[in-house]
């Protein structure tokens, strides 16, 4: 076993899904390198050595991978948020491939020869491609600061830029930056949970251009303050008019959840619009909305296609968000029965079906597992999930399985509980017929994935 302290040459052979280097010690240990790309070879210095595995950081670089180039962002490497843009993006989408192979095969049980992987979907876009900004608020030199989080910390990084957002994410973010020392709000503060702002959250829909402000605050503002943010998000209206929404989030609870459950309309309207393929979706400031629009409508479309247009029978999807892929879904003109817990989502779910015209949807409010025990349901040709990162649920899995659909498309934004759920299918008589990671997010190690399962039985 390696100590903590030594240095040994080493050569990555792989990433792992934190966008570090993975490399093999001669004693079998495997260690984690940060900034190390696949075939590179460099003295790593150990300097953390557990049971299982090590952690350790380039000292001297020895062989150099040819795919790899000059990050564009100068927070690169101590922002949280990118992990790959030190390699080449065909470079990126070949990582991300190999990501959910492993997760599949250690996590899964799956063996390579039944894995149909295809390639990854390239992002139309690689940078300006997020509509949504999210940064954490912290009291930074006794000054209230607006940035992101360094990588596996609480520790802000006050930066007024991010070339991964939409360009005026990033003019309003230095608004933030120059304006919210001047209000007399404080930071809140996670230690001693005294303070109020917690987050800003913004949002341009890239195809809409309508833009919101979200500001997530420990408690109810007193009315003295909430005229001041009224004042204040009058002015910055008046210099950025598509930022016409604005609206307030009471989130009381410490941990690291953003979004509490109440949220106060500040000014105009508390939603925007962004536009999919044909659709117009409205989605309340908290609702789940995919963060890259372009790639979102080629996931769609992929869906979609993968259903053909020929089939017939009963389509049940489950964790709807907002009803976007539930347009693309309807319109292959089967019946579908939508499913979303969060209540300001099935709300825009409803609305978004009747103003799009929809007319094959009907909309259950409430959680799939609910759902899923309301006595008999009916049948289903098709079942269609979308669960959040931590998967779905054996409730929910074993109910699918009761309903046997025919098929089974599985969305996922994390390998390793999409590889535990497709055991699970796999277990109950599916076969996987293709799977095909999908870049929603460049320059993050984050993989999105279609799965497709049927029925052999
Ligand atoms: C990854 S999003 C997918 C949304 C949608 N398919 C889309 O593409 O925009 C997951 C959604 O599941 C919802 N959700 C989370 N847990 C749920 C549950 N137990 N039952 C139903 N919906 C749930 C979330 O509110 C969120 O809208």
């Known amino acids: 076993m390696p100590l903590q302290g030594e240095t040994r040459l080493l050569r990555a052979r792989g990433v792992n899904s934190e966008g570090d280097g993975l490399c093999d010690c001669d004693d079998g240990l495997v260690v984690f390198v940060p900034m190390m790309l696949p075939g590179e070879e460099a003295l790593v210095r150990l300097v953390k050595v557990k049971r299982s595995y090590g952690i350790g950081k380039v000292l001297e670089s020895k062989a150099v991978s040819p795919e790899r180039v000059t990050p564009f962002c100068p927070w690169f490497g101590k922002c949280g948020g990118c992990r790959l843009q030190h390699g080449s993006y065909s470079l990126q989408l070949e990582i991300k491939e190999g990501l959910l192979l492993d997760a599949m095969m250690r996590l899964g049980g799956f063996l390579r020869e ?11 876009r690689q940078r300006h491609y997020r509509n949504k900004a999210s940064f954490p608020i912290q009291s930074f030199r006794g000054v209230v600061t607006p940035g992101f989080f360094q990588r596996d910390s609480h520790h802000l990084i006050p930066v007024d830029r991010c070339p991964l957002i939409d360009p005026s994410l990033e003019e309003l973010m230095k608004v933030f930056r120059e ?27 890239s195809h809409s251009g309508q833009g919101a402000v979200l500001l997530v605050l420990k408690e109810r503002p007193s009315s003295a303050l909430f005229d001041e943010l009224r004042v204040f998000a009058r002015k910055t209206r008046a210099r950025f008019p598509l930022f016409s929404s604005w609206a307030i989030n009471i989130h009381p609870d410490p941990g690291n959840v953003i979004i509490g459950s109440r949220t ?6 508390p939603y925007i619009e962004e536009r999919l393929g044909k659709y117009v979706f409205r989605m309340d400031l908290t609702a789940f909305f995919q963060v890259n629009s372009s790639q979102a409508e080629n996931l769609y479309e992929s869906v979609k296609a993968s259903l053909g247009q020929e089939e017939k029978g009963d389509i049940l999807e489950l964790y709807s968000g907002v009803g976007s892929l539930t347009a693309y879904l309807a319109s292959t003109g089967r019946r579908v029965t939508a499913v979303e817990s969060w209540e300001p989502s099935s709300r825009s779910l409803e609305h978004n079906m009747k103003s799009n015209a929809v007319k094959n949807v009907s909309v259950f409010r409430g959680r799939a597992e609910d759902y899923c025990s309301t006595g008999v349901l009916p049948p289903f040709r098709t079942v269609v999930l979308d669960p959040p990162r931590s998967g779905s649920t054996p409730e929910v899995i074993a109910a699918i399985s009761r309903l046997s659909p025919l098929e089974i498309l599985y969305i996922s934004c994390n390998p390793a509980t999409l590889a ?24 993050t190690a984050h993989v999105e994935t279609l799965a497709i399962l049927k029925r052999t039985r």
């Open 420 to 443: 535990r759920d497709l055991r699970s299918f796999v277990d109950t008589g599916y076969r996987l017929i293709s799977l095909t990671p999908f870049d929603l997010f460049p320059q």
């Open 179 to 205: 304006t919210l020392p001047t209000l007399s709000l404080r930071a809140y503060d996670e230690r001693s949970q005294r303070g109020s702002l917690r987050h800003v959250l913004l949002r341009k829909g």
């Open 264 to 269: 106060l309309p500040l000014s105009g309207a």
């Open 114 to 124: 039944n894995i149909p992987l295809r390639p990854c979907v390239p992002s139309p």
